[in-house]
C-alpha cells in the first residue's frame, strides 16, 4: 500500500507541475503579447508627437523666412518641407493629411497653443 500510495502523490506531483508550468506559460504569453501591444502604441504616440512638433518648427521657421511673403507661398514652403520630413521617417501622409496638419499648426500659433509659439502667422492672405 505504501508503494501505491508513494507512487500516487508522484504523480499527482508530477500532474501539478505540468498544470502549473501550462499556466505560467500561458501567463508569460499573454503578458509578453500586451507588452508588444503597448510598446507598440507607444512608438506611434513618439512619433505622432515628433510629427506635430516638427510642423509646428516648420511653420515657424517658414513664417521667419517668408515674412511679408504672400500667404499661398508661406504653405507651399510649409508643404515642400513637410513632405521632405515625413519621406524622411518613412511617415506616408496623404496631401489632405498635410494641409490638416499645416492648418492646425497655424492655427495653434495664432491661439498661443503651440509649445514654442511666437506670435501670429498668417498663411492666408488677409
Not at 505560467?24 to 501591444?37: D, L, T
Not at 504653405?75 to 518641407?81: D, H, Q
Not at 521632405?84 to 496638419?101: H, Q, V
Not at 495653434?108 to 498668417?122: E, F, H, R, T
Request: no cysteine; proline share 2%.
Amino acid at each position: 500500500m505504501d508503494i501505491i500510495a508513494t507512487q500516487m502523490t508522484e504523480l499527482a506531483v508530477q500532474i501539478l507541475g505540468i498544470v502549473i508550468a501550462a499556466v505560467v506559460s500561458a501567463f508569460v504569453g499573454k503578458m509578453a503579447q500586451a507588452y508588444v501591444k503597448w510598446r507598440n502604441a507607444l512608438k506611434g504616440d513618439v512619433k505622432d508627437t515628433m510629427l506635430i512638433n516638427a510642423v509646428d518648427r516648420i511653420v515657424m521657421a517658414v513664417e521667419q523666412a517668408f515674412t511679408g511673403k504672400p500667404g499661398e507661398d508661406k504653405f507651399k514652403a510649409a508643404e515642400g518641407l513637410l513632405k521632405d520630413y515625413a519621406e524622411k521617417f518613412n511617415l506616408p501622409l496623404s496631401e489632405n493629411e498635410i494641409r490638416t496638419l499645416i492648418e492646425s499648426a497655424v492655427y495653434g500659433i495664432k491661439q498661443g497653443l503651440n509649445q514654442a509659439s511666437v506670435g501670429v502667422i498668417g498663411f492666408k492672405d488677409e
